[in-house]
């Protein structure tokens, strides 16, 4: 019988064999799949922290250009991949790259807001990434990031209708293996948007859901007083810490 770390894999590697066979409309001008060109540190990941079944999944939406887009890993920040995860490795480029959006891996010199203010809060409550990951688990539902000609961010939420149903249908079927593997109490949504999905999504599994503030600064809700301590609150709030 497979671990859970193998299940994942083999998940992770079907989710991956789909969406890079599709096609998106304008203005989606590139796609970055960290799937591909960062899969070792992805696949060590897995192995590292998803070897064991979870209490709580917490669930973003997608890579951001300086987080996983950059490492591999949901919410990835290069300092906290590197100094909290304890993962670094080889990363190489997309297919296609937009000049705007470099792919530089661990050397890139940018942090994610997201991602830092995410993994903080872990590493604060936690102190190391093994207890964290005794009982809790970080996954993006789609693992591509979409860049409009200009370079800027394009959420899966704004493609056409028949393009985001396509892209769901393999994001959704992965997710509920996931849930199968892992089998957590608590799905956690990062944001309201992958919250409203995967209640949609997973209804039929005997999983709870929850939801946090989004980190992103792009959130002014986010930026307003302490993020870790407000997003804490709403996690005692809900029963889940």
């Known amino acids: ?39 070792e540190v992805h696949e060590a990941y897995i192995r590292h922290y998803g070897s064991t079944l979870k209490k709580t999944l ?7 250009p300086f987080g996983m887009a950059q490492t591999g890993i ?17 990363v190489s480029r997309p297919a296609k790259e937009h000049p705007k959006r470099p792919v530089s891996g661990f050397a890139c010199t940018r942090s ?17 990434a093994e207890v964290f990951f005794t009982d809790h688990y970080v996954l993006n539902y789609c693992p591509l990031l979409f860049l409009e000609a200009s370079g800027c961010n394009y959420t899966p939420d704004k493609l056409p209708i028949a393009a985001f149903n396509a892209l769901m249908e393999p994001c959704d079927a992965h997710l509920e293996a996931v849930i199968k593997i892992l089998k957590p109490t608590w799905v956690v949504g990062v944001g309201g948007l992958v919250a ?42 809900q029963g889940i810490w």
């Open 112 to 128: 994610e807001v997201s991602g830092r203010r995410l993994w903080g809060l872990f590493a604060e409550r936690f102190g190391t």
């Open 74 to 90: 949901p919410f990835g920040e290069v300092a906290a991949v590197r100094d909290f995860l304890k993962l670094e490795g080889p």
């Open 196 to 237: 409203n999905r995967c209640q949609k999504v997973l209804s039929h599994l005997p999983v709870q859901y929850g939801q946090i503030m989004h980190p992103s600064p792009a959130n002014p809700q986010a930026n307003k007083g302490n993020w870790g301590a407000l997003v804490t609150e709403q996690l005692k709030s």
């Open 1 to 39: 019988m497979q671990n859970t770390a193998e299940a994942l894999i083999a998940a992770t590697l079907k989710l991956r064999q789909v969406v890079d066979s599709m096609t998106f409309p304008s203005p989606v001008a590139m796609v970055y799949n960290p799937l591909d060109y960062a899969w």
């Open 58 to 64: 917490f669930l973003g939406i997608n890579p951001g």
